[in-house]
């Protein structure tokens, strides 16, 4: 009989970090210095009076990889605060991707009704080519490449957050409104 291996599945990882130099080469070196992979990475300042910024990433690993990662982000003297939002509960992800579409007239008006279809839009155009805007889970925008079969696309990896009143940023109240 054979063993079974652990079950590898994707994780979105939120980290609070200070917003300064060298803080994402240090979480993408922990990364890369163990052999783990990043599907995604997105990084924005999102307290300018504190300087803090928030680092989305998804990556793939077993249960074990994946405490093994944030227990080593939680290490690191930059960072406040470390959430799994895919077992910490129900959460919103996003993505964002520019699409470019090249043909005559008739790939164009296809691409036109596909993009209408799945509220795609319409962001710039020329006589022989489109761009779209897409935004949706990743599942969503990887069905509306598939369906166009653009020449380019630019994708600005996902964005997530946590439902209710679980908040990732230390310091501030966990639960807003609460007098």
Do not use: W
Request: glycine share 8%; with cysteine.
């Amino acid at each position: 009989m054979m063993k079974q291996q652990p079950e590898e599945r994707p994780h979105t990882i939120c980290v609070l970090v200070d917003n300064e130099p060298g803080v994402l080469a240090r979480v993408i070196g922990l990364f890369s210095g163990r052999g783990y992979n990043i599907d995604s990475l997105t990084v924005a300042e999102v307290d300018p009076v504190r300087h803090l910024s928030r680092i989305n990433i998804v990556t793939s690993g077993t249960e074990f990889v994946i405490e093994q990662i944030k227990a080593l982000l939680a290490k690191l003297v930059p960072v406040h605060e470390v959430q799994d939002l895919t077992v910490e509960g129900p959460h919103i992800a996003r993505e964002l991707a520019l699409v470019k579409v090249l043909g005559d007239r008739e790939r164009l008006v296809q691409a036109l009704r596909i993009a209408d279809f799945m509220h795609a839009r319409l962001v710039d155009s020329t006589p022989g080519g489109l761009i779209f805007e897409v935004t949706g889970s990743s599942e969503e925008i990887d069905a509306f490449i598939d369906l166009v079969a653009p020449v380019e696309v630019s994708r600005a990896g996902v964005v997530a957050i946590g439902r209710g009143e679980v908040i990732l940023d230390s310091g501030r109240e966990e639960k807003q409104g609460s007098a």
